[in-house]
C-alpha cells in the first residue's frame, strides 16, 4: 500500500461503525497519471480511499476515518448521499469516454485483497458492495459492464443469482405484461439496494439499465423483460 494523500475530505471525522458500503468506481480519465492528479487537486473537490492501478498497485487518497468526496448525490437501501457511509475504491479505466478496455488480472487480484480486508474490518454485508452507477444510476455509468462482479461473488465480495446462463437467456426481450409483475420488480430491487424516488417515471429505465450493466451485461436496454426479473427474485432468495 503507498499513501498519496488527498485534500479532498470532510473536515469532520466519521466514526468506524458508519461504514456499511463500498462503492467500486472507475477513474474514466485519459491516464493514471491524469487520474491521480485530479483525484489529489483541491480544485477537483472529488477522491476516494483508494485508487488501485492497472498494475495491481494499491494507493490509499484518503483514511478510512475520513469522508472522502466520491459518491455524490446517491441512494442505497436507507442510506442516502452515501460518502459518510462508504469506501470508494476507483480503478485505473479510461472509461466509456476514452477507451474503455477490461480490467486487468493483477488489479482485479488487488481489488479482491483490499475488499476482503474492509469486509471483515467493517463487516459489511455483501449485498452493500456496489457500484457507482448502482447507486447513482440517473448520473453515473462506471464501473460498467466490464466489471466482473460474478467472479467477485464467487469470492464472498457483492452477491449474484443461482440461475442458470442458458434457461435465463430464453426469458430476454420477453415482455413483461402485467402490472402486478412491474411492481414486484421495483419491489425486489428495493429489498437489494436500489432506490427508486417515487415521483419521477424516467428514473425507473435508468435503474433497470443500472441493474442490467450490473446481472445482465449482454442486452443492457433499460427495459424490464422477464429475464430481469428472474434474476431479481432469485437474487434475493440468496440473500
Ligand atoms: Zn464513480
Redesign the pocket.
Known amino acids: 500500500m503507498h499513501n498519496y494523500l488527498s485534500p479532498n475530505y470532510s473536515r469532520q471525522k466519521r466514526s468506524i461503525n458508519s461504514i456499511k458500503i463500498i ?1 467500486i ?2 477513474t ?1 480519465m485519459q491516464s493514471e497519471r491524469v487520474s491521480m492528479i485530479r483525484l489529489c487537486n483541491p480544485k477537483s473537490k472529488v477522491s476516494s480511499h483508494f485508487l488501485i492501478n492497472m498494475n495491481g498497485k494499491i494507493y490509499r487518497l484518503v483514511e478510512d476515518n475520513k469522508i472522502a468526496w ?2 455524490g448525490k446517491s441512494c442505497w437501501g436507507k442510506y442516502k448521499n452515501l460518502n459518510k457511509n462508504s469506501i ?1 475504491i ?1 480503478l485505473v479505466n479510461r472509461g466509456h469516454r476514452f477507451g474503455y478496455t477490461n480490467f486487468k488480472k493483477k488489479q482485479l487480484s488487488s481489488l479482491i485483497k483490499i475488499c476482503k480486508k474492509l469486509i471483515k474490518k467493517y463487516n459489511i454485508k455483501r449485498k452493500n458492495i456496489v ?3 448502482d447507486i ?1 444510476p440517473s448520473r ?1 455509468i ?2 460498467g459492464e466490464k466489471f466482473p462482479w460474478k467472479e467477485l461473488a464467487n469470492k464472498k465480495i457483492g452477491i449474484w443469482h443461482r440461475c442458470k446462463p442458458n434457461l435465463l437467456k430464453k426469458f430476454r426481450k420477453i415482455k413483461i405484461n402485467e402490472k402486478q409483475e412491474k411492481i414486484k420488480f421495483v419491489k425486489n430491487l428495493k429489498n437489494i439496494g436500489y432506490c427508486f424516488p417515487s415521483n419521477k417515471n424516467s428514473f425507473f429505465a435508468k435503474t433497470v439499465k443500472a441493474f442490467q450493466r450490473h446481472y445482465r451485461k449482454e442486452l443492457i436496454n433499460g427495459i424490464l423483460d422477464k429475464e430481469c426479473s428472474i434474476i431479481a427474485r432469485n437474487l434475493l432468495k440468496n440473500l
Open positions: 462503492v468506481h472507475y474514466g466520491h459518491a470508494g476507483e457500484g457507482h452507477s447513482a453515473k462506471d464501473p
